[in-house]
Structures are given as structure tokens and as C-alpha cells.
């Protein structure tokens, strides 16, 4: 894999981290809702699975 590459991928699940983790917490503060639960955790588990994938490799 190119060096580019790795780092986007990295950049990406970083940036879906954060999402996901700022979309909980807007949830939390607006009451809470389980769409935003749920999309908060999915975005976060999106970002954990790409670091995963790009360390196994």
C-alpha cells in the first residue's frame, strides 16, 4: 500500500471516530433519541473497523 493511502484511510477512520463521537454527545445533550444513539455508535464502529483493517494488513 502507498504511504498516501495509509494516511487517508487513518484520516478517515479518525474523522468517523469523531463524528460518531460528537454525534453521542449532541444526542445526550438534546435528550437523548435512539437514531442518534445509533448512528453514533455505527459511525464509531465504522472508524474502529477501518483502523483495524488497516493495521492488519
Known sequence: ???M???SVFLFGLVAIA???AL???TA???GGTTGYLLGV???ALGVGR???LRRR
Request: glycine share 14%; proline share 0%; net charge positive.
Open 19 to 21: 463524528l460518531g463521537i
Open 24 to 26: 453521542l454527545a449532541e
Open 5 to 7: 493511502y495509509r494516511r
Open 42 to 44: 455505527l459511525f464509531v
Open 1 to 3: 500500500m502507498t504511504g
Open 51 to 53: 483502523l483495524y483493517l
Open 29 to 31: 445533550a438534546a435528550g
